[in-house]
Nanobody, 119 residues
Framework: QVRLVESGGGLSQPGGSLALSCVASGDIAFVNYMGWYRQTPGKQRELVAKVSGGEVATYADSVKGRFSISTINIDNRVFLQMNSLKPEDTAVYYC?????????????WGQGTQVTVSS
Protein backbone atom coordinates (compact mmCIF):
# COMPACT_ATOMS: atom_id res chain seq x y z
CA GLN A 1 0.00 0.00 0.00
CA VAL A 2 1.30 3.43 -0.96
CA ARG A 3 1.06 6.22 1.59
CA LEU A 4 1.87 9.92 1.61
CA VAL A 5 2.97 11.53 4.84
CA GLU A 6 2.89 15.31 5.03
CA SER A 7 4.56 17.67 7.44
CA GLY A 8 4.86 21.41 7.89
CA GLY A 9 2.21 24.07 7.55
CA GLY A 10 0.75 25.96 10.48
CA LEU A 11 0.21 29.65 11.11
CA SER A 12 1.91 32.60 9.45
CA GLN A 13 1.39 36.31 9.32
CA PRO A 14 0.81 37.89 5.91
CA GLY A 15 4.09 38.27 4.12
CA GLY A 16 5.62 35.37 6.02
CA SER A 17 6.85 31.97 4.90
CA LEU A 18 5.98 28.36 5.54
CA ALA A 19 7.22 25.09 4.12
CA LEU A 20 5.50 21.80 3.44
CA SER A 21 7.06 18.44 2.80
CA CYS A 22 5.66 15.11 1.74
CA VAL A 23 7.17 11.67 1.35
CA ALA A 24 5.72 8.69 -0.46
CA SER A 25 6.31 5.20 0.82
CA GLY A 26 5.23 1.75 -0.29
CA ASP A 27 5.42 -0.31 -3.45
CA ILE A 28 6.29 2.36 -6.01
CA ALA A 29 8.16 1.61 -9.21
CA PHE A 30 8.28 5.19 -10.44
CA VAL A 31 6.67 8.47 -9.46
CA ASN A 32 5.41 10.32 -12.51
CA TYR A 33 4.70 13.52 -10.61
CA MET A 34 4.02 14.80 -7.13
CA GLY A 35 2.57 18.03 -5.93
CA TRP A 36 0.07 19.92 -3.83
CA TYR A 37 -3.59 20.86 -4.05
CA ARG A 38 -5.44 23.04 -1.60
CA GLN A 39 -9.04 23.36 -0.53
CA THR A 40 -11.13 25.80 1.46
CA PRO A 41 -14.65 25.14 2.79
CA GLY A 42 -17.28 25.20 0.07
CA LYS A 43 -14.76 25.29 -2.76
CA GLN A 44 -13.29 22.70 -5.07
CA ARG A 45 -9.82 21.42 -4.50
CA GLU A 46 -7.39 23.39 -6.69
CA LEU A 47 -3.91 22.66 -7.96
CA VAL A 48 -1.17 24.69 -6.27
CA ALA A 49 1.92 23.19 -7.87
CA LYS A 50 3.22 19.92 -9.24
CA VAL A 51 6.56 18.63 -10.41
CA SER A 52 7.31 15.75 -12.74
CA GLY A 53 9.99 13.14 -12.37
CA GLY A 54 11.98 15.18 -14.83
CA GLU A 55 11.62 18.15 -12.47
CA VAL A 56 9.36 20.18 -14.74
CA ALA A 57 7.23 22.33 -12.43
CA THR A 58 3.74 23.75 -12.93
CA TYR A 59 2.21 26.44 -10.73
CA ALA A 60 -1.20 27.98 -10.27
CA ASP A 61 -1.17 31.60 -11.44
CA SER A 62 -2.09 32.72 -7.93
CA VAL A 63 1.16 31.39 -6.46
CA LYS A 64 3.67 31.99 -9.26
CA GLY A 65 6.69 33.90 -8.04
CA ARG A 66 5.83 33.20 -4.39
CA PHE A 67 5.81 29.42 -4.07
CA SER A 68 8.52 27.02 -5.13
CA ILE A 69 8.19 23.27 -5.50
CA SER A 70 11.10 20.86 -5.51
CA THR A 71 11.59 17.13 -5.35
CA ILE A 72 14.08 14.50 -4.39
CA ASN A 73 13.26 11.72 -6.82
CA ILE A 74 15.32 9.01 -5.22
CA ASP A 75 13.41 9.39 -1.95
CA ASN A 76 10.02 10.18 -3.51
CA ARG A 77 9.85 13.43 -1.58
CA VAL A 78 8.35 16.76 -2.55
CA PHE A 79 8.73 20.14 -0.88
CA LEU A 80 6.71 23.33 -1.19
CA GLN A 81 8.31 26.57 -0.05
CA MET A 82 5.66 29.24 0.39
CA ASN A 83 6.84 32.86 0.62
CA SER A 84 5.03 36.19 0.70
CA LEU A 85 1.98 34.44 2.08
CA LYS A 86 -1.42 36.06 1.73
CA PRO A 87 -4.62 35.47 3.72
CA GLU A 88 -6.14 33.90 0.60
CA ASP A 89 -3.50 31.16 0.80
CA THR A 90 -5.29 29.87 3.89
CA ALA A 91 -6.48 26.35 3.12
CA VAL A 92 -5.95 22.68 3.79
CA TYR A 93 -3.06 21.58 1.59
CA TYR A 94 -3.05 18.04 0.23
CA CYS A 95 -0.05 16.25 -1.15
CA UNK A 96 -0.67 13.94 -4.09
CA UNK A 97 1.34 11.57 -6.23
CA UNK A 98 0.78 9.86 -9.54
CA UNK A 99 2.87 6.74 -9.66
CA UNK A 100 3.48 3.46 -11.43
CA UNK A 101 3.48 0.14 -9.61
CA UNK A 102 2.80 -3.43 -10.67
CA UNK A 103 2.00 -2.39 -14.22
CA UNK A 104 -0.65 0.19 -13.34
CA UNK A 105 -0.75 3.96 -12.82
CA UNK A 106 -2.47 5.25 -9.71
CA UNK A 107 -3.05 8.38 -7.66
CA UNK A 108 -2.63 8.69 -3.91
CA TRP A 109 -3.43 11.58 -1.57
CA GLY A 110 -2.11 12.69 1.77
CA GLN A 111 -4.28 13.42 4.78
CA GLY A 112 -4.00 17.19 4.42
CA THR A 113 -2.28 19.84 6.50
CA GLN A 114 -3.69 23.20 7.53
CA VAL A 115 -2.06 26.44 6.43
CA THR A 116 -3.44 29.61 8.01
CA VAL A 117 -2.30 33.10 7.06
CA SER A 118 -3.60 35.72 9.44
CA SER A 119 -2.45 38.74 11.39
Amino acid sequence: QVRLVESGGGLSQPGGSLALSCVASGDIAFVNYMGWYRQTPGKQRELVAKVSGGEVATYADSVKGRFSISTINIDNRVFLQMNSLKPEDTAVYYCFANYRAKGTISDVWGQGTQVTVSS
